[in-house]
């Protein structure tokens, strides 16, 4: 399955933004999906998941209360809603999809992932 991540970009901190993953040249419905993102200098960290039926989801703390992941299985699309964005949310942020119906949500955890898009978040 090959993933489009798209919606990133620049705003201030407080704002919003929605971003989208669209998958395509697979079985979309059938896969668990995660959000994770990328810091200069840091380690890609997990951010979000949803399970291939919409079960969960499953966030990482520093989104619990501010990001929303969703997906629409018709529309072959996830997104993250991303509300009360901070300076520490800038970040590459990737979108993943894990054919396993258990397991982690950990980077280590997925077997294709999206191009990243990029979100920064001036103070």
């Known amino acids: 399955v090959q993933l489009q991540a798209s919606g990133g970009g620049l705003v201030q901190a407080g704002d919003s933004l929605r971003l989208s993953c669209t998958a395509s040249?697979?079985?979309?419905?059938?896969?668990?999906m995660g959000w994770l993102r990328q810091s200069p200098g840091k380690e890609r960290e997990f951010v979000a998941a949803?399970?291939?039926?919409?079960?969960?989801?499953y966030y990482a703390d520093s989104a619990k209360g501010r990001f929303t992941i969703s997906r629409d299985n018709r529309k072959n699309t996830m997104y993250l809603q991303m509300n009360s964005l901070k300076p520490e949310d800038t970040a590459v942020y990737y979108c993943?999809?894990?054919?396993?119906?258990?397991?982690?949500?950990?980077?280590?955890?997925?077997?294709?992932w999206g191009q990243g898009t990029l979100v920064t978040v001036s103070s």
């Open positions: 040249g697979g079985t979309f419905s059938s896969y668990a």
């Open positions: 949803i399970s291939w039926s919409g079960d969960g989801p």
């Open positions: 993943a999809a894990r054919k396993r119906v258990t397991g982690g949500w950990s980077s280590g955890e997925y077997d294709y």
